[in-house]
C-alpha cells in the first residue's frame, strides 16, 4: 500500500465516507467526513498489488489494504464503484471482479455498510450528465471540496468522486441524524 | 453455511487439501486427508449465501464460511477452479468471480497457500480425458475415495474433484516430505 496525502485537516474522526475506486493492480481510496458544509477531504491513497504475484497475494494485498484503511478511519460506510459487466474485455472485467469481491468482503467482514454506484450515476450527480468527460469530472471535484488543483493520481480522483455521490445521495438522512443528536 | 458431511473418518487433523468449487450462490468444498495409501475423505459441504442479499452480504458469507472450515481442518492448500473467462455469460462469469475474489482472500489471509486449476486439467488427471462428463468425474472420485455411493450434491463432488486434483499432482513433493520426516 502506498498513500498519498494530497490534503489534511484535522477534524474529529467520525461520520466518514470511504469511497473505494476498485482495481486488480490499483484501487483509490478516498476519505471524506461529514460536515455541516462542504465534505471535508481526510485522506486519498492507492493501494498497489504487486505484480508477478498470484492472484490470490494480489488480492491479499488489496484486501488487508483496505482493512488498514478501515481500522484507521473507521467509516460509516463503504462506496463503491460498480464493475461492468462488459462483453468487450471479459479477461479485464473477470479479474477486477476478484479485485471487487476480495473489497466487498474486507468491507464486510469489519462490518461496515457497502453500497454501490454505476459510474453513469457518480457522473450524473456530480455534473448533471452521465457522460462527463474525466476533466468535468476532475473540476467538479475540485470545486466540492475547494481544492486548489485537481487530484492526482486518477484512482484517487475516481474514489472521491464515488464517495461524493454517496456523500450527496444520502445527505437527508445525514440530517436528520445530526436533528436527532440535539433535542 | 449448511455443512453436508457425507462420510466420517477420524484420522489426526493434518496433511490436508482443501477442494474449492466456487460459486456465488453455493462454494462446494472438501477436505481430503493425505495417507500413504488412498486419501481419506474428512468432510464434504456446502457454503451457501442467502439470496435477496446484497452482494457484499454474500460474498461476506462465503468468506466466513470458508475461513471457518480453514480454521477447523487448517489445510495446507486450498485447490480451487479457475473461472472462464467465457464471453457468452458475461454477467454470471463476473458474479463468479466476485465470490471467488472473497474466498481466495479468505484463504490466504488465514496463510494458506493457494494453487489453482482449470476444469479441463481437473477432468483429465481424474480420467485421462479432459472432456469427461460429469458421470464419469462421479465414477472416478468414487473409485480413488473407495466410496460405495457416488458423492452428493454437485458442488461437493467438484470440490473433491480439484482437491483429489492437487492431491495426485503435488505427490511427488509429499513423498519427498514424509522422507525428510523419517530421516
Given at each position: 500500500?502506498?498513500?498519498?496525502?494530497?490534503?489534511?485537516?484535522?477534524?474529529?474522526?467520525?461520520?466518514?465516507?470511504?469511497?473505494?475506486?476498485?482495481?486488480?493492480?490499483?484501487?483509490?481510496?478516498?476519505?471524506?467526513?461529514?460536515?455541516?458544509?462542504?465534505?471535508?477531504?481526510?485522506?486519498?491513497?492507492?493501494?498497489?498489488?504487486?505484480?508477478?504475484?498470484?492472484?490470490?497475494?494480489?488480492?491479499l494485498?488489496?484486501?488487508?489494504?483496505?482493512?488498514?484503511?478501515?481500522?484507521?478511519?473507521?467509516?460509516?460506510?463503504?462506496?463503491?464503484?460498480q464493475?461492468?459487466?462488459?462483453?468487450?474485455?471479459?479477461?479485464?472485467?473477470?479479474?477486477?471482479?476478484?479485485a471487487?469481491?476480495?473489497?466487498?468482503?474486507?468491507?464486510?467482514?469489519?462490518?461496515?455498510?457497502?453500497?454501490?454506484?454505476?459510474?453513469?450515476?457518480?457522473?450524473?450527480?456530480?455534473?448533471?450528465?452521465?457522460?462527463?468527460?474525466?476533466?468535468q469530472?476532475?473540476?467538479?471535484?475540485?470545486?466540492?471540496?475547494?481544492?486548489?488543483?485537481?487530484?492526482?493520481?486518477?484512482?484517487v480522483?475516481?474514489?472521491?468522486?464515488?464517495?461524493?455521490?454517496?456523500?450527496?445521495?444520502?445527505?437527508?438522512?445525514?440530517?436528520?441524524e445530526?436533528?436527532?443528536?440535539?433535542?
Amino acid at each position: 500500500m502506498s498513500p498519498v496525502r494530497p490534503q489534511f485537516e484535522d477534524p474529529e474522526q467520525s461520520h466518514c465516507v470511504l469511497g473505494v475506486d476498485p482495481g486488480l493492480n490499483r484501487t483509490g481510496y478516498a476519505i471524506l467526513q461529514r460536515s455541516p458544509g462542504k465534505p471535508i477531504l481526510r485522506e486519498g491513497g492507492v493501494i498497489q498489488s504487486t505484480a508477478g504475484l498470484s492472484l490470490a497475494e494480489r488480492v491479499l494485498e488489496l484486501g488487508r489494504g483496505l482493512r488498514e484503511v478501515i481500522c484507521e478511519f473507521k467509516p460509516q460506510v463503504v462506496a463503491i464503484e460498480q464493475v461492468f459487466s462488459t462483453a468487450k474485455f471479459p479477461k479485464t472485467a473477470i479479474l477486477m471482479a476478484h479485485a471487487r469481491g476480495a473489497l466487498l468482503f474486507a468491507a464486510a467482514d469489519q462490518g461496515v455498510a457497502v453500497v454501490h454506484y454505476t459510474p453513469t450515476q457518480v457522473k450524473r450527480l456530480l455534473t448533471g450528465s452521465g457522460n462527463a468527460s474525466k476533466e468535468q469530472i476532475q473540476h467538479a471535484i475540485r470545486n466540492e471540496l475547494g481544492l486548489e488543483k485537481v487530484l492526482e493520481p486518477n484512482d484517487v480522483a475516481d474514489a472521491f468522486a464515488v464517495a461524493l455521490c454517496h456523500y450527496y445521495s444520502s445527505r437527508v438522512a445525514v440530517v436528520h441524524e445530526s436533528n436527532r443528536e440535539i433535542p
